[in-house]
């Protein structure tokens, strides 16, 4: 089993910044990709960015707001919210997908336990 712990998050008012972290830990062999997710109130949750092996990507809302990095010796990827809006609030979940170097195993998606953004305008 594999281990997310998130930290960060809090209130900010529209137009401040915040960060978050999240260090994955047990069974981080293989190939990680991390991101987070969120869902804000009344929403479906939605992709936010993910740092894979081939750099980051972000969805249209965030890009140019949000930067994503990550630690591979650490196993933890950062998102770092600057330009915050209103429309960020939410729950900011962090994800990982595990893909195993074996075919006797499957990929599998862990979750973190979500942290809570605020902004207020």
């Not at 915040?18 to 994955?24: D, P």
């Amino acid at each position: 089993q594999l281990q997310l712990e998130e930290s960060g998050g809090g209130s900010v008012q529209a137009g401040g910044s915040l960060g978050l972290s999240c260090t994955a830990s047990g069974r981080t062999d293989g190939v990680l990709n991390m991101g987070w997710y969120r869902q804000g109130p009344g929403k479906e949750r939605e992709f936010v960015a993910v740092y894979n092996w081939n750099g980051p990507t972000y969805a249209d809302s965030v890009k140019g707001r949000f930067t994503i990095s990550r630690d591979n010796a650490k196993n933890t990827v950062r998102l770092q919210m600057d330009s915050l809006q209103s429309e960020d609030t939410g729950i900011y979940y962090c994800w990982v997908k595990r893909i195993p170097l074996t075919t006797r195993e499957t990929p599998e998606d862990y979750w973190g336990q979500g942290t809570q953004v605020t902004v207020s305008s």
